[in-house]
């Protein structure tokens, strides 16, 4: 069997405060702001403000230092073979183009319409194929404020537990949900998805 590397990035707008106590992740930012009294509500408090709320952070995000073959080429150069980003993480918050992506915060929860105003996985895809290298995403299902939970609760979420979620029968757990995302791009021919008690990687619907 033949192995070969590959690079992992997680870059949202979480990366604007870009900041967790040790042993935890940044990229739980917003989840953590929940979490009275928690160490992530005391720095975000101190640094930011009381009033700053998470949303906030999305027109920090311009994206000004970012250059897609700059990107490839580093991880190229690395002798990585394939480049996997987050399409977006459980704030639910996309890196391309879509309308399906929706939060309390708001319809068109994307870095197209919002932020920098660019399709950052568009680009990243673009680069990785003209370098040769093997593209695929990671793609929460599980997401904290979209509009079929408008509480906020992770645990109230349809695809947090429950045979819906091991019989895959959530409209959300298919690859074909989304490859309909990115209509009218290419779509990369490898998804990891995850969610609350599920985790598989989905080939087939995508073209791998």
């Known amino acids: 069997m033949r192995r070969s590397s590959a690079c992992l990035s997680f870059w949202g707008f979480y990366s604007v405060p870009g900041w967790a106590p040790k042993g935890q992740y940044a990229e739980w930012h917003g989840h953590n702001l929940l979490d009275a009294g928690s160490p992530t509500q005391k720095d975000h408090d101190r640094v930011w403000g009381r009033k700053f709320t998470y949303d906030q952070f999305v027109p920090m995000l311009t994206g000004e230092g970012f250059n897609a073959d700059e990107w490839t080429a580093l991880i190229r150069k690395a002798g990585a073979k394939h480049v996997v980003v987050a399409a977006n993480f459980h704030d639910g918050f996309a890196m391309h183009p879509t309308k399906y992506a929706v939060s309390k915060f708001g319809d068109r929860w994307n870095a197209y319409d919002r932020g920098p105003h660019r399709d950052l996985l568009g680009e990243l895809q673009s680069a990785a194929t003209a370098k040769g290298l093997k593209m695929g995403i990671y793609y929460s299902l599980c997401e904290w404020w979209h509009s079929l939970d408008q509480s906020g609760q992770l645990e109230s979420m349809p695809w947090s537990s429950g045979p819906e979620v091991q019989g895959g029968s959530h409209p959300l757990q298919t690859a074909d949900y989304i490859s309909r995302r990115r209509v009218g791009a290419p779509v990369p021919g490898l ?7 599920f985790t ?8 791998g």
Do not use: D, P
């Open 200 to 207: 598989s990687s989905a080939r087939a619907s995508l073209g």
């Open 191 to 197: 998804a990891f998805v995850t969610a609350a008690n």
